[in-house]
């Protein structure tokens, strides 16, 4: 009876994600000359076609689909600049797809450029960018266009540099030096350090808030929110304040602010804290060894909306799941009774906060994170959160959500913050990630997520066939 009840389970799931692959893409052919080790896809929203890009060894050969999903080109053998070592960006401009690559160091970019359909392409072995003092943050792709972000070492100075189709290089300078910037004990502090100075606490996140985000990715202390040029960088290297500096690269303005953390005692020896911001929302969470404080304002208007409390002996009155530890090294998933264990935890990790939007609701996740290392989709730059019109931000994303050690609670709320009881529903990453466990396609080869107008689309590698699989989730 229980081996028929496991059959019957199993027919229910494999049924409910029945679904044929939404293009077959053979490389076969290809194949047999370049293995691929990395496969891009990027969607042109000009004409909702699809260039897919796979990297071998030294080489690129692509695919073109239209929005029929019929193959319209492809060309083979293309060599890449010669110290091409990460991916930092792509745009494209009618059938020409740039791509911009840089060094390990990130001191020497270069760009290929590839007309699928015409089968040519061309080579810029140097765009000729030159740093004076600075350290690259992040790349980061929107719109169509690839931005290159800076910080100043000696100065508080953000600059980007615009890498466009015809490979010209423009910079933008963004001065912060007439803010203030304050540390727990209200002492001077500079921007570089804020952001850089401490290697245990330097790791710069791009947070895209139409996807769903991992605590491995939000409990970074300085995390970059952009969407059409707006760029918001927030930073919580100290408990008692979250920075905010805030560059539109439209009409080149820049602009800074602060919250200061009401909960913030300098009586507490250990504390964290965390923010995390989506839409008009500004979650904040502060913790101790006794207590959790979670709040949300109004971002605009600087108001608190709900505050939340956790305390030590006392039961969590607004999660929607038990107290979840998983990922562990030898326990996969655990579910933990005491908030002490819950507050301990989160109070010596990375803490972190992670929310979206679902049937307009709010699934706020609270806790803290290690991450689990997994290889990437891609060779590219930043960890693979270069966002925009390529793969880089959405499977980085995916990845981590789906590779995070963790300890957490998940929970439901209302769009006035008033918490729901009822279960934590599926999100788009949820149904990839059975649908691979059904399919047994965990440690399929090329694997890469991608969005193509409303759905996700899943791409994984059929290694008997070389048939390169993409599933549409709607």
């Known amino acids: 009876m229980k081996n028929y009840l496991v059959l019957m389970l199993f027919f229910i799931a494999s049924f409910s994600f029945s679904q044929t692959s939404w293009i077959d893409s053979d490389i076969s052919r290809e194949s047999d000359a370049n293995t691929p080790k990395d496969v891009l896809p990027i969607v042109n929203a000009d004409t909702q076609e699809l260039a897919l890009f796979f990297k071998a060894r030294r080489v690129i050969f692509a695919k073109l689909y239209n929005e029929n999903q019929e193959l319209i080109g492809s060309i083979n053998a293309v060599n890449l600049p010669k110290k091409a070592k990460l ?140 969407k059409k040029g707006k760029l918001t960088i927030t930073n919580n290297l100290f408990d008692k304040y979250t920075y905010f500096f805030k560059i539109d690269l439209n009409n080149n303005t820049n602009s800074f602010d602060v919250f200061e953390n009401v909960n913030y005692s300098k009586n507490n020896l250990s504390s964290n804290s965390n923010s995390y911001i989506l839409n008009n929302y500004f979650f904040s969470i502060y913790s101790t060894t006794k207590h959790l404080d979670f709040t949300v304002y109004n971002l605009k208007e600087k108001t608190l909306i709900k505050a939340f409390k956790i305390e030590k002996g006392q039961p969590i009155t607004f999660k929607n799941t038990p107290i979840i530890q998983e990922g562990g090294e030898f326990d996969s998933y655990r579910e933990l009774e005491k908030t002490s264990k819950f507050l301990r935890k989160v109070t010596a990790s990375k803490i972190g906060i992670c929310a979206y939007e679902k049937d307009n609701d709010l699934v706020v996740t609270l806790g803290a994170s290690e991450q689990v290392q997994t290889a990437p989709a891609f060779s590219v730059a930043g960890g693979g959160a270069i966002g925009g019109i390529i793969t880089g931000i959405i499977y980085s994303s995916y990845n981590s959500y789906t590779h995070t050690k963790s300890t957490r609670i998940e929970c439901l709320f209302n769009s006035d913050l008033d918490h729901k009881i009822g279960e934590i529903p599926q999100n788009d990453f949820n149904k990839i990630d059975k649908f691979k466990t059904i399919y047994k396609l965990e440690n399929a080869k090329l694997q890469t997520v991608f969005k193509y107008k409303d759905k996700l689309v899943l791409g994984t590698l059929d290694n008997k066939a070389d048939i390169f699989k993409l599933y549409a989730f709607e």
């Open 87 to 226: 991916l930092v960006g792509a745009i494209y401009n009618n059938n020409v797809y740039t791509l911009f690559f840089s060094n390990s160091r990130n001191t020497h970019f270069s760009a290929l450029s590839i007309d699928i359909k015409k089968k040519s392409f061309n080579i810029n072995d140097d765009l000729g960018i030159e740093f004076d003092n600075e350290k690259v943050l992040e790349f980061l792709v929107d719109n169509n266009t690839v931005n290159i972000l800076t910080i100043d070492k000696r100065k508080s100075i953000f600059r980007t540099y615009n890498l466009v189709d015809n490979q010209k290089i423009s910079a933008k300078t963004f001065d912060f030096s007439q803010y203030s910037i304050k540390t727990n004990k209200d002492y001077e502090y500079n921007l570089y350090d804020l952001i850089i100075g401490n290697p245990s606490y330097s790791t710069v996140e791009i947070v895209d808030n139409d996807i769903p985000n991992s605590l491995e990715k939000t409990a970074a202390f300085t995390k970059i929110y952009y």
